[in-house]
């Protein structure tokens, strides 16, 4: 099993930025897949964006981020971001990361490991 930790997470205002982090600790391999979701209040818990530990594969993303935020890793140092951009409050949520081995998915039940959360409130 792989223990996941975000950082990053905060208040910004609307069109502002945020970077989050998830640094992940334990046993990863080029079949291992990361991915970010978010849950807002009242609201299920919903894909944000993936991406392979594979060299030369593509991120996937949802509509309602692509286009503002990036995902990106350091293999070498186990580490999974999410740049995100032109931030509205409609991206207010407790940001997960998740892994798990194999392709990239959209589904939580997809996935094996877990953190704990970082909050994410954009102000109008």
């Known amino acids: 099993q792989v223990q996941l930790v975000e950082s990053g997470g905060g208040l910004v205002q609307a069109g502002g930025s945020l970077r989050l982090s998830c640094a992940a600790s334990g046993r990863t391999s080029s079949t291992y897949v990361m991915a970010w979701f978010r849950q807002a209040p009242g609201k299920e818990r919903e894909f944000v964006a993936a991406r392979s530990w594979r060299i030369g594969t593509v991120a996937s993303y949802s509509e309602s981020v692509k286009g503002r935020f990036t995902i990106s890793r350091d293999t070498g140092n186990n580490m999974l971001y999410l740049q995100m951009n032109s931030l509205t409050p409609d991206d207010t949520a407790v940001y997960y990361c998740?892994?798990?081995?194999?392709?990239?998915?959209?589904?939580?039940?997809?996935?094996?490991?877990w953190g704990q959360g970082t909050q994410v409130t954009v102000s109008s």
């Open positions: 998740a892994a798990r081995y194999g392709t990239v998915a959209v589904t939580t039940q997809d996935y094996t490991d």
